[in-house]
């Protein structure tokens, strides 16, 4: 914990959804500015002039609560943390700008593949950093989030091994209550992540809304789940991603513990809402044939999921 | 056309739906003494004392019609004509018993593989004829079907070559108006209509309910109904049927002229009835594995089916 780590004394957090809320609120509590970036919540948090953090043991109120509903209002921040769902991905080139001074740093928290580098594309890649938030968490209501399992945060450069900037937002989230690691590679940390995304964010949609317990019992649900983990696997192995075969088992066990749970995908499917189509099986799967791994279950589910999803994206 | 064919004078239907209707009005408007077995439909079709058969040139009414709600009512017969949905064949066990004289011979037109062995195991392979109904048509209601497309059949022998019996049936379906082929392989015939049947009877169900013309506009609902054809092509060849590339070829290109078709299974699905899950994608999925096969899209898709499909079987 030295004190020469670099803080980020200005934050501004783009889309005040239940992860945007959480993150935001734990950094501000910890002594950060963050000003948060919102649209349809915005008036009724301006109203209120707070933004609330609900957990098991009680509930923190940040008052005042910065919320603004223009990066233009906010300017240029220390740190951008983008918590938007991917799917508004194609908003990032026109809304982030007036964030972004020399200095600015990027944190994306969005699920899946392709933000890192969509970032690092458009503001330049030795800004971007990604983190992984193995958390559960609801919004509850317009700047309200519902924090049920705090789990823990995974943070790493883009393209780069670990450095002083990473380990300083790393402490500065641990400073601020979020238990937090540096990962030695970004990408590989994602790609782990897939292994339970894919088949537990995807099956529970495309085999008629049933929840994740529900696929673990279902001896042929849960032998396809296992399939797409086994593709996943075998595709970022030939990316150079090494997952063994442990942390699969671990990461199917881990499961059927979790009870009826909805994953955010089957709630903004069931709800009416634009799933991650794209990021969570699109860009995997399209990498995974760039590479030459055979995914065809991945294939079949991207394409079902896409046609169940058809609303129109950003 | 030899006079010495055999010729079925007695016929019981066991199902009245759109196929049972359909041929069992054309062979008894051809002469035969055609007994149907009903269940829901009985009381109108009493009632009434006649089945109809609507054609875009017009409609045909078999009146008196012979309509029992058992089979011992009806007793044995020269041939049972098998109709039921798959999902009741748990019930012919019990179900044709009182059909069953010495010489009573048992064609199923029944879709997906299985019913033939089944029939073979409960009754004597030697009385097994299967037909596949290359036809266009739905219940419209109580003893009465609508027929828009009166396609062909094609009829062969369980288990072995064409004989004189499977000849004397095609030619009194022929001299019933129904356009008949006799085919030299049942299985392979069976097979060659998975083709079609395994993609576009599933996909519409598991993409969300759409017509078969959308599996073939969107380009990878489209490459995954290629791509599940290719796996029932390599199970099929694996077991011995070889099915050329061409026929898969037109078996795709046949589609979107068949505009927003709703296949069977989906409207079966739509309208909360059970779908033929295991006959259609199980048993041919437990054969293909069983033969060593790789057919990971239709290992998915039964288990998505199965799962959506969710209400109890017979």
């Not at 783009?14 to 950094?27: D, E, M, N, S, T």
């Not at 933000?115 to 509850?140: H, P, Q, S, W």
């Not at 059927?256 to 089957?266: A, F, K, Q």
Request: one cysteine or more; proline letters at 6%; aromatic letters at 6%.
């Amino acid at each position: 914990m030295s004190d020469k780590t670099r803080r980020f004394s200005s934050v501004a957090v783009v889309g005040a959804g239940a992860i945007g809320l959480y993150y935001g609120i734990r950094l501000a509590l910890g002594g950060a500015g963050v000003r948060f970036l919102m649209r349809s919540d915005l008036g009724e948090v301006r109203r209120r002039d707070s933004a609330i953090l609900r957990l098991k043991e009680g509930a923190s109120e940040l008052k005042p609560v910065q919320a603004f509903g223009s990066a233009a209002e906010i300017g240029p921040v220390d740190l951008v943390v983008v918590t938007l769902k991917t799917t508004s991905n194609g908003e990032l080139g026109s809304l982030l700008p007036p964030l972004i001074g020399p200095e600015t740093a990027i944190l994306t928290l969005q699920n899946g593949l392709g933000a890192d580098e969509l970032l690092a594309t458009l503001f330049g890649a030795e800004r971007v950093m990604g983190g992984l938030a193995f958390i559960a968490c609801n919004r509850t209501g317009p700047g309200e989030v519902t924090c049920f399992h705090p789990g823990s945060l995974l943070v790493g450069e883009f393209g780069r091994p670990p450095g002083e900037r990473i380990r300083g937002l790393a402490n500065q989230f641990e400073q601020a209550g979020v238990a937090t690691k540096v990962a030695d590679n970004l990408e590989s940390a994602r790609w782990h992540k897939l292994i339970w995304n894919v088949p537990f964010n995807g099956l529970p949609i495309v085999a008629g809304g049933v929840t994740t317990d529900r696929i673990c019992s279902d001896p042929e649900l849960a032998a396809e789940a296992r399939a797409l983990m086994e593709e996943i696997r075998g595709a970022a192995g030939r990316l150079g991603h090494t997952i063994s075969p442990e942390f699969l088992r671990r990461q199917f066990a881990v499961t059927p513990g979790m009870g009826p749970y909805r994953p955010s995908s089957l709630i903004d499917f069931l709800e009416g809402r634009s799933v991650e189509v794209e990021s969570i099986w699109g860009e995997p799967l399209r990498r995974a044939q760039a590479a030459g791994a055979a995914v065809p279950r991945l294939s079949l589910l991207h394409a079902l999921l896409k046609s169940l999803d058809h609303r129109p994206k950003d």
